[in-house]
């Protein structure tokens, strides 16, 4: 799984989930959110390694 965290906002992280829940995921959607809590993209869970390939060019490890 691609991951990269920083120390973790509550405050944020709550808004974030907030409106997730409001856009009414399934439970096989996967999300990807940016450090500043805004979502980029809601995908299929089936889809995961097409996200991954995606954005490994612009990953820094």
């Given at each position: 799984m691609?991951?990269?965290?920083?120390?973790?906002d509550v405050t944020r992280s709550v808004a974030v989930?907030?409106?997730?829940s409001q856009s009414h995921p399934r439970p096989?959607?996967?999300?990807l959110i940016r450090t500043d809590g805004h979502l980029i993209a809601r995908v299929p869970a089936?889809?995961?390694?097409?996200?991954?390939?995606?954005l490994a060019p612009f990953a820094r490890w």
């Open positions: 691609l991951t990269r965290t920083a120390t973790p989930l907030k409106k997730l096989s959607d996967l999300f089936d889809r995961e390694m097409d996200v991954i390939h995606h």
